[in-house]
């Protein structure tokens, strides 16, 4: 079977589209949901704004939530993979570490098999 | 001489001072802002001294005045509250080289002296007067305002600037030291954040009166519509952004009850103003703006952090001083744009004010009004550091450009801009500004 794998996305210094602009492009994001991936986004943008880039690239989200709200989502989605991927020892490692997701720097995430065809 | 600052006997911080002597005899005229950036380059046409020579031309020329009949210079020579350069850092040469410098290598890049100024502003050539209004443009108007009132300065140039460095916010300078000395070191050994002194008057604030945090949403929301319409801040220029209630209500907490945007975003910015008197700007290009008053407040706090108590006393004597020097009451109040950032102390602010009536406790629930650009009673219509960055200055620009009718989108509708309040920072230690469109 299918394993069911949830990416939670920072988007500044992680994202072409963040500000620092980061590793993982748009179209690599394209790739993993259409490979059936689970995807959303965690930042410190408001919600609304998480949101609104995503869709702006036509990328439909399952999730856009705070940093503190990983366990959320994890409660939320049923995956057998949670991993977030960010650019912050402080805002990225340590929020997924504590919520117990798997974590990736954007530059191992850009280099994965999850965002390449 | 190197500059100083200005001294105690030009700052009105006792209450019974009685109308100002220079009320209606001092005038604003001239705005002008550099780009704004979230952190500085490292190129030399964004450094903090490129952005302060362009605000401060930009003034002058907004104002219709030559560099040549500028008499006075009035600054604050700290241009951050954060972001210091780690001395393991090598120094920008190629940049400080290409300045005329002083004998401090980082004057110009993060920090900023009048001296550093007038040697790379050769056109101003008959400045006499210089004096610093330490920490804040809020401060540096008072000394400005005072100066021309008392003829030190006929036509001076005001400027507050700003500079950010990559990484974090107050992780350089003295916090990243293995120890400090003072009292910084009670505060920074247990790593609160900045906001949190703030964090805990707010927490008494709702527990005195059964306040919730989400009641600052409509606030929020407002400074940040209000920003956006501002084309000299940050996030009109960079992130237009919205703010949503579920946004703030869902940001992560920095120190609880104040939350991520309860926290303004550092910058790298410079705003210049002109001042001069009531008779001299007759002939300008742009519609004075006269000074009615300017007040201080000077408290120092028994403890660390000021109890809800000190700061409600000290922002009602803030306000009887600035309502005894202009003349006036809270109901000649078009408009207020008391500081914002951190935005938890706007209400204490204006509760002291007793802006629209409210009193202490009143002001979240006045929050839950009308209080946009169009209603009657428009709170922070600047936006202020929530709406388009840390600076400081934003309150200031949109008084003058509210009452003189160029603050665009912004302007408000509801009331006739005539009568204007705006400073701070801090509900015990700010300066103010009390601003109209006549000078009686």
């Known amino acids: 079977m299918t394993k069911r794998i949830l990416i939670s996305l920072d988007i500044d210094g992680t994202l072409e589209v963040g500000d620092p602009p980061g590793d993982l492009t748009m179209e690599m994001v394209r790739i993993a949901k259409s490979k059936g991936f689970i995807i959303g986004t965690c930042s410190d943008r408001p919600l609304s704004t998480q949101r609104k880039i995503l869709t702006q690239h036509d990328i439909e989200i399952e999730f856009a939530v705070s940093k503190h709200m990983l366990p959320d989502v994890k409660e939320q989605f049923e995956a057998d993979v949670y991993c977030h991927i960010g650019d912050r020892d402080d805002l990225d490692r340590q929020y997924a570490i504590k919520a117990d997701f798997d974590f990736m720097w954007p530059d191992e995430a850009a280099a994965h098999h999850w965002f390449h065809k | 001489m190197a500059t100083q600052n200005a001294p105690q006997s030009m700052y009105r911080s006792e209450e019974g001072l009685g109308i100002w002597e220079h009320r209606g005899k001092v005038a604003a005229v001239g705005i002008g802002h550099s780009p704004t950036e979230r952190r500085w380059d490292g190129h030399r046409d964004t450094s903090v001294g490129a952005l302060s020579i362009l605000a401060l031309r930009k003034a002058m020329e907004d104002a219709g005045v030559t560099p040549d009949q500028v008499d006075g210079l009035v600054i604050t020579p700290v241009t951050t509250t954060g972001a210091f350069w780690p001395e393991e850092d090598p120094l920008p040469w190629d940049v400080i080289k290409s300045y005329n410098q002083t004998d401090d290598p980082l004057d110009g890049i993060a920090k900023l002296s009048a001296e550093w100024l007038l040697k790379n502003m050769p056109e101003l050539t008959n400045v006499k007067y210089t004096q610093y209004g330490p920490t804040c443009m809020s401060n540096a108007l008072n000394v400005a305002s005072q100066a021309v009132g008392d003829g030190l300065t006929n036509v001076c140039l005001v400027l507050k ?280």
């Open chain 2, 161 to 440: 600037a700003w500079h950010n460095l990559p990484g974090r916010y107050y992780q350089s300078g003295p916090n990243a030291h293995d120890t400090i000395q003072g009292t910084p070191a009670i505060r920074t050994l247990w790593g609160a954040p900045a906001c949190s002194g703030t964090a805990l008057q707010f927490a008494e604030y709702c527990r005195k009166y059964g306040k919730t945090h989400d009641m600052m949403a409509p606030f929020m929301i407002n400074s940040r519509r209000n920003g956006l319409m501002m084309p000299e801040g940050y996030w009109y220029q960079h992130r237009p952004e919205e703010l949503t209630a579920e946004d703030y209500e869902y940001a992560r907490w920095i120190a609880k009850p104040a939350n991520l945007f309860d926290n303004d975003i550092p910058i790298m910015m410079a705003g210049a103003y002109l001042f001069t008197t009531a008779e001299r700007a007759k002939d300008m290009k742009q519609k004075p703006v006269y000074i009615l008053n300017h007040a201080s407040s000077e408290a120092i706090p028994r403890s660390l952090t000021p109890t809800l108590d000190e700061v409600e006393a000290e922002t009602a004597s803030t306000a009887r001083k600035i309502y005894e020097g202009a003349g006036i009451t809270a109901a000649d109040l078009s408009f207020e744009n008391m500081y914002d950032g951190f935005p938890q102390f706007h209400q204490f602010h204006i509760e002291g004010l007793g802006y629209r009536g409210i009193k202490f406790g009143e002001a979240l629930d006045f929050y839950q009004t009308d209080i946009s650009i169009e209603g009657p009673n428009p709170v922070s219509p600047s936006g202020g550091n929530i709406g388009a960055g840390r600076s400081r200055v934003w309150l200031h620009t949109d008084s003058i450009q509210q009452i003189q009718g160029r603050a665009g989108a912004r302007a408000v509708t509801g009331v006739k801009p005539e009568i204007a309040v705006s400073g701070g920072p801090m509900p015990l230690g700010g300066n103010y500004t009390v601003w109209s469109a006549t000078p009686d």
